[in-house]
């Protein structure tokens, strides 16, 4: 049986003390087969969430733009789980329409938070998920990322030194990639190989080992990330002395999907010799360099 319920927060209808120039009229919410205690809770945010995005206004009353809600349980017996429809019409007719099923009442918040950044920034509802927001229906399938992950994988690097005293080859890596990970931040640990390019300049190549740390200034699916951290290896060069080196490094980079199994990541990062890496000059003269390595690097974990 259709009914019809109008705001029960204050009565049928209330008008928001929000300034915003957008006049919004609420319309009486439409449910099917939901119990009225849970569509009180749903109205509340129903009404919560217009008011982030127009001035509310009285039934009836002209207003640029209108919003209706559709309720319709799925449950036995009137209850969860329930399908959510927003749909918004603009001023000049053009309508926009989400919707998500609410799983468990206690999600409604959350559901009713992302139909209403959907319809009213006319993005499409993915991309209002992030690792904070992803419904119980979104779930299926996949495991959501929250909390402690390790992300395991395979990173390849290619990029060029570069310094004072000596001109190089390009180089490239190939290396295994832990990612110990938290909300706000992870921990990387890292071993891999390091190959001299083809070219006519100098070049060197190694092993090594990486250990650092970076801090996501961005907490959505796709999060940006700045860090730094150590690179303690073994350098093999034309003239090597001592092969044993350590480098400094900062990087910026971008992390892809958080919240799936597999995950995509690319970093920019700059690098420093602290120790001496020994090449030959034009002249057959052994040089001291103290090159700087500015890579691009792409990985993939699980």
């Known amino acids: 049986m259709l009914r019809k319920l109008r705001g029960l927060a204050g009565g049928l209808f209330f008008v928001s003390t929000a300034a915003f120039a957008t006049t919004l009229e609420l319309k009486?919410?439409?449910a099917v087969n939901v119990d009225a205690k849970s569509l009180e809770v749903i109205q509340l945010f129903v009404n919560e969430n217009a008011a982030r995005y127009g001035t509310l206004v009285a039934e009836g009353t002209t207003a640029e733009e209108?919003?209706?809600?559709?309720?319709?349980?799925?449950?036995?017996?009137?209850?969860?789980?329930?399908l959510v429809h927003l749909s918004r019409?603009?001023?000049?007719?053009?309508?926009?329409?989400?919707?998500?099923?609410?799983?468990?009442?206690?999600e409604a918040p959350t559901v009713l938070a992302r139909l209403a950044d959907s319809v009213f920034k006319n993005v499409p509802l993915e991309d209002t998920r992030d690792?904070?927001?992803?419904?119980?229906v979104e779930t299926q399938g996949q495991l959501p990322r929250v909390g402690n992950q390790h992300v395991l994988g395979v990173k390849l690097s290619f990029g060029a030194p570069f310094g004072s005293s000596a001109s190089y080859n390009g180089i490239g890596a190939i290396g295994f990639d832990g990612r110990?990970?938290?909300?706000?931040?992870?921990?990387?640990?890292?071993?891999?190989f390091t190959i001299p390019g083809p070219g006519s300049h100098k070049s060197y190549g190694g092993v090594g080992a990486e250990l650092g740390m970076s801090y996501f200034v961005t907490n959505g699916?796709?999060?940006?990330?700045?860090?730094?951290?150590?690179?303690?290896?073994?350098?093999?060069s034309e003239s090597s002395n001592s092969p044993l080196n350590i480098a400094p490094y900062l990087q910026a980079g971008v992390s892809f999907d958080r919240s799936a199994r597999m995950r995509l990541y690319a970093d920019l990062r700059l690098a420093q010799n602290l120790l001496p890496v020994r090449v030959n000059d034009d002249s057959g003269a052994t040089v001291d360099s103290y090159p700087t390595e500015l890579t691009l690097q792409v990985g993939i974990g699980w």
């Open 28 to 30: 009486p919410l439409h």
């Open 221 to 236: 699916d796709t999060a940006l990330y700045l860090g730094g951290g150590i690179l303690p290896r073994l350098i093999f």
């Open 89 to 106: 019409k603009k001023g000049d007719g053009q309508v926009i329409q989400a919707q998500l099923l609410v799983e468990r009442l206690e």
């Open 180 to 192: 110990f990970e938290r909300d706000k931040y992870f921990v990387e640990l890292g071993a891999g």
């Open 66 to 82: 209108s919003l209706e809600v559709l309720i319709i349980g799925l449950g036995e017996t009137f209850h969860s789980p329930y």
């Open 131 to 136: 690792r904070h927001n992803v419904a119980l």
